[in-house]
C-alpha cells in the first residue's frame, strides 16, 4: 500500500509560482512512477506532469510544457510540481499519483494511488 500526501497549494495572482509537494509512504515508493492530475471545478481530470523513478523520464501536459516542472527526491520519498507563470485557468485541485510501471502514464486510470489533493487558486 502507498499513501500519498499533497501540500503547498494556496492562492496566487496571475504570474506567480507556487510549489506543491508529494510525501510518499509505503512499499518501495522510490522505484514507481509519480504523476500529478488537476481536476477544474465542473470539469474532468486531467494530467499535468509525470516523472520516472529514475528520474531519466519526464512528461508534460502542452498546456503547461515550459511553466511547470516536476522533480522528484528518492531519498526523502518527495515528487514536488514547480509552477511558474501561472494563469488563472490553472486553477484546479491537484492531485498526486502513483504507479509502478512507466506506462500509459497520461491516464489516471492506470494509478492505483492518490493524495487527497491540495488546491490551487490563480487570481487575475
Known amino acids: 500500500q502507498v499513501q500519498l500526501v499533497e501540500s503547498g497549494g494556496g492562492l496566487v495572482q496571475a504570474g506567480g509560482s507556487l510549489r506543491l509537494s508529494c510525501v510518499a509512504s509505503?512499499?518501495?515508493?522510490?522505484?514507481?512512477?509519480m504523476g500529478w492530475f488537476r481536476q477544474a471545478p465542473g470539469k474532468e481530470r486531467e494530467f499535468v506532469a509525470a516523472i520516472s523513478w529514475s528520474v531519466t523520464s519526464t512528461v508534460y501536459a502542452d498546456s503547461v510544457k515550459g511553466r511547470f516542472t516536476i522533480s522528484r527526491d528518492n531519498p526523502k520519498n518527495t515528487v514536488y510540481l514547480q509552477m511558474n507563470s501561472l494563469k488563472p485557468e490553472d486553477t484546479a485541485v491537484y492531485y498526486c499519483?502513483?504507479?509502478?510501471?512507466?506506462?500509459?502514464?497520461?491516464?489516471?486510470?492506470?494509478?492505483?494511488?492518490w493524495g487527497q489533493g491540495t488546491q490551487v487558486t490563480v487570481s487575475s
Open positions: 499519483a502513483s504507479r509502478q510501471r512507466w506506462r500509459n502514464i497520461k491516464n489516471g486510470n492506470e494509478y492505483p494511488y
Open positions: 509505503g512499499r518501495a515508493v522510490s522505484s514507481y512512477t
